[in-house]
């Protein structure tokens, strides 16, 4: 399921890099993963990059704005769910107890967001696709190919999108840490785990990327200024993962995977 032409409603579709110097970040992961990266002009001398495998469209990134620079935004990868109407998931999701960062708005004629931030605190997008649909590679190196929620909550969590998007929670033992598989329907949507205290991170949904060798992602991403945040490490009957951050401190997961989803 690398190409991807439509997402079920409840699927996150695209990571977006809000970065504080767009130039250096499109050095960085270029590569670090072979991105070949575009630049469409959005207005104002502003645009917006698309980083493309095989000519397809796999995820984004751009220079934050002036008054995102002036609150001290960190750079940092933004999540986003394909939902079939914005405007009801955020009608929802205000009675739930969530709050906006940013209110629906049409972005052109490429489709409709909004972001949130759940009743715990991390931030994610809802995307309405209309021209885009999100990344059309997913599950293959330098791509998506998961999304995992660590928050100091997970019950308060777990109410919040089982109940906005319909997901079901399952709840593992996964290493003495209670791992909650979420699924969307009969496809697992995304993981949740709570914070562990040496990570010392706020509540986030962690954007992971395929790769094809761990260790020499790592090595790379270290070789083009990144930091190692977890070294890389095996996950029993999964794969070898590791968490790194960028060259401008921006935090992302890799994982090669013992065998990637259908």
Known sequence: MSEMAEYKPGTF????????DSGKA??????????????????????????????????????????????GIPTHWASYISVSNVDEVVEK??????????????????GR???????????????QPLKHIGAKVVNEHGALVWNELATNDTEKAKEFYTELFGWQAQDMDFNGIIYTMLMNGDRPAAGMLPIQEEWCVPPVWFVYFAVNNCDVIVD?????????????????????????????GAMFAV??????PD
């Open 13 to 20: 579709c695209w990571p977006e890099l809000v970065a504080s």
């Open 26 to 71: 499109k050095e960085f992961y270029s590569k670090l993963f072979s991105w070949d990266i575009t630049d469409v002009p959005i207005g104002n001398d502003n645009v917006y990059s698309m980083a493309h495998i095989r000519g397809k469209e796999t995820a984004a990134l751009y220079e934050m704005w002036p008054e995102q620079k002036e609150q």
């Open 93 to 110: 999701a205000e009675s739930l107890g969530a709050a906006m960062v940013v209110s629906p708005m049409d972005v052109f004629d490429a």
């Open 220 to 248: 790379e991403s270290v070789e083009l200024g990144g930091e190692i945040v977890i070294p890389a490490k095996d996950l029993p009957d999964v794969g070898r993962m590791a968490f790194l951050k960028d060259s401008q």
């Open 255 to 260: 994982i090669a995977l013992n065998k990637l």
């Open 113 to 127: 967001m909004a972001a949130i931030i759940d009743p715990t605190g991390a931030i994610f997008s809802v995307w």
